[in-house]
């Protein structure tokens, strides 16, 4: 299974946000629900992740009128992310070795398109080993391949 196999459901989860935009603008996309990571975007193509532990931290250093600070101030630029004809089972790993929740899915321009939820991806890859289970006793049973 790749990655493009589950992006239909990875693209409802994408957050985007233009790095110059205001903490405030990010915690307002992050109030949605399901809405743990946005893709930190110049000119379309990403250039970081802001997570809601980012904007609480910011928001907590906040003083006097109100938080001023732009989204790239705030961003996480170092991004585990993956492409559409990755490997699924290789993502998952990844993501399991590095303790990521979501990862992004970007284009080979480097435009998102999509976010990978860890429970999702493992989700998909026990049904695959599901269905190639059944195949197989299918097979020696007798019946053939559906």
């Known amino acids: ?78 991004v585990t992310y993956c492409r559409t004809q990755e490997m699924l089972l290789d993502v998952w790993s990844v993501m399991r070795e590095r303790g990521l929740q979501r990862v992004p899915i970007v284009d080979d321009g480097r435009k998102p398109i999509g976010i990978i939820y860890e429970r999702e991806a493992l989700q998909a890859l026990l049904s695959e080993a599901e269905n190639q289970d059944e195949l197989l006793r299918d097979y020696i049973s007798g019946v053939g391949y559906r």
């Open 1 to 78: 299974m790749i990655v493009k196999d589950i992006l239909p459901r990875a693209r409802e989860r994408l957050s985007v946000i233009e790095a110059v935009a205001s903490v405030k603008e990010a915690a307002s996309l992050m109030s949605r629900p399901h809405t743990d990571l946005v893709v930190v975007c110049e000119h379309g193509d990403m250039v970081g992740i802001l997570t809601k532990t980012g904007i609480v931290s910011q928001i907590n250093r906040c003083r006097g009128a109100g938080c001023v600070a732009k989204v790239e101030s705030i961003m996480t630029r170092d």
